[in-house]
């Protein structure tokens, strides 16, 4: 099989302008920001997209006072201090109480108590850190978390992280001042989300089948936003902080396709933490190698999850119901994964930290047909080298280089293409795909470069997929390091797909 490289692709355009969208197969480009306007070309695809930019001016305002969460109006009825314990020690066992007892004011619980329980949770967390944490990352600092987000130049974008809705038009963006701010179709109000507890958004994730339910990974754990939208929005928005001892940062969060569970992960755990969010209690799933774990991803079907180690492991998890969880562990020849994407049919593909090829990994099982061409083994084949090329003008001498070490890749639900993000090239680069023989095979043909204005880089992208009527209308979604949210839409008929290949 013929791997794709960026020697096929046609060179980049050298024009001083941004690319604005792909209509017919051809390339727009605009030499302004502002592509909503209704004389722009490609203004009939981003009407219902919001217009978003946000400069760093608007960032770092000193909070309110009166920017206080509802959760702390209402103080609940305290029970004795006693009476806790016991009702923790039922619901959650010996070792939470235990905590809670160590953590409680020694003069509530007598001083006995207190010492014994302080003494027992230090041992507790030794061996605990001695069997199944080994911390691989520093947890602040440059060059230490933001190496494995899927945000270039983490610590310095304006924008942090992005996340669309699945069923909805609706942006959460997560900004360098610790605020998320929402954008919805036909509501004016924009909602800005502060929490004391919301330091450090690593990732952003929406609940699938509740249309203001958000999940934000932070330094701290994980805080589940039910956002009220309109006029109070900021006043009635409410958060519940869901965290673990040993758990943090929280640098991923993923809900299951049905809404019902949440998945977290940590650097510094090698715990994946699975939370019903309704009890506000996580279950542990533990497995030994790798350290701790860097992003977990969901297949669009909900039964497999892969999680990605902060070493050369990475496990896809079979989460089918009633057999239990179990993972089948794969490993690279060095580094660790850099990102992964699910796309229809079980279809996987990944590219680790210090090799920029794309490898595909079929998941699917062919039921119908036992003589299979792999074997009946899953083999991991590489499908594009995406390593360093560079392009000069045929006209005067500026270059630029695209390609090297991937930070984040996001494939099209609808598997039909697949957009790159690289550490240092300044352009997108977007790979058409399609998946064939039940997702056993992933085939990849260059499309595009997307550039953005004079002087900006991409940070972070995400798909969203809206269909018209008429025509498939596929958006990527680039936050550029002025601050400026781009809407890059792909257009083409139904019957632009059946000669594809």
């Known amino acids: 099989m013929m791997i794709l490289s960026l020697n096929k692709f046609q060179s980049p355009e050298f024009n001083k302008l941004a690319s604005a969208g792909i209509c017919g197969g051809i390339m727009g480009y605009t030499d ?58 039922r619901e959650k066992g010996f070792t939470e109480a235990l905590r809670f007892a160590a953590s409680a004011d020694s003069e509530h619980v007598t001083k006995a108590i207190h010492w014994i329980a302080v003494k027992l949770t230090w041992a ?38 992005i996340s669309w809705h699945p069923h909805c038009t609706r942006l959460a963006v997560a900004t360098r001042d610790d605020r998320i701010r929402i954008f919805s179709e036909g509501i004016s109000g924009i909602p800005i989300l502060r929490h004391s507890a919301q330091k450090f958004i ?36 409410h958060a519940v902080v869901l965290k673990r001892r040993n758990h943090t940062p929280v640098t991923s969060v993923a809900w299951h396709p049905q809404g019902d ?50 070493r050369n492991i990475f496990r896809v998890w ?22 992964a994407c699910f796309g229809p049919d079980l279809a996987l593909i990944f590219a680790s930290s210090d090799d920029p090829i794309i490898f595909s990994l079929p998941l699917q099982e062919n039921i119908f047909d ?10 991991a084949y590489p499908i594009i080298n995406l390593a360093e090329v560079r392009f000069t003008s045929d006209i005067n001498e500026d270059s630029v280089t695209v390609g090297g070490r991937i930070i984040a890749m996001e494939w099209d639900p609808s598997g039909k293409y697949l957009a790159v993000l690289f550490q240092k090239s300044p352009l997108i680069v977007l790979i058409q795909t399609k998946v064939r023989n039940l997702g056993r095979a992933v085939e990849v043909k260059p499309f595009c470069f997307v550039q953005g204005l004079p002087g900006e880089v991409p940070n972070c992208i995400n798909f969203y997929k809206k269909y018209p009527s008429t025509d498939l209308i596929i958006c990527l979604t680039i936050a550029w390091s002025s601050g400026r949210i781009q809407h890059f839409p792909i257009s083409h008929s139904y019957n632009d797909n059946d000669d594809w290949i």
């Open 32 to 89: 302004h920001i502002e592509m909503h306007d209704e004389m722009h070309p490609f203004y009939e695809y981003l009407r219902n997209y919001p217009a978003i930019s946000i400069t760093s001016d608007m960032l770092g305002a000193r909070e309110c006072i009166r920017t206080i969460n509802n959760g702390y109006l209402f103080q609940p009825i305290q029970d004795s201090i006693f009476k806790r314990i016991i009702s923790i020690w």
């Open 124 to 161: 507790l967390d030794a061996m605990e850190k001695g069997i199944f944490q080994k911390e691989v990352l520093p947890t602040i600092g440059s060059g230490s978390i933001a190496d494995i987000v899927s945000t270039r130049d983490w610590n310095t974008s304006i924008i942090r992280c």
């Open 202 to 237: 690593y990732q952003l994730s929406w609940s699938p089948y509740a249309g203001r339910v958000l999940a934000a990974a932070c330094h701290i754990g994980v805080l589940i936003w039910t956002i009220e939208l309109g006029a109070a929005s900021n006043m009635l928005s």
């Open 261 to 310: 569970i949440l998945v977290s992960c940590s650097p510094n755990d090698s715990n994946m933490i699975v939370w019903d969010v309704s009890k506000k209690e996580g279950v542990p799933l533990k497995r030994v190698g790798g350290g701790g774990l860097c992003f977990v991803h969901w297949s669009f079907c909900g039964s497999r999850l892969f999680s990605a180690t902060c």
């Open 318 to 339: 079979r989460s089918g119901t009633p057999t239990p969880w179990y993972a089948e562990r794969w490993t690279v020849p060095s580094g660790r994964i850099a990102a």
């Open 370 to 379: 036992t003589k299979s061409s792999f074997d009946e083994i899953n083999v």
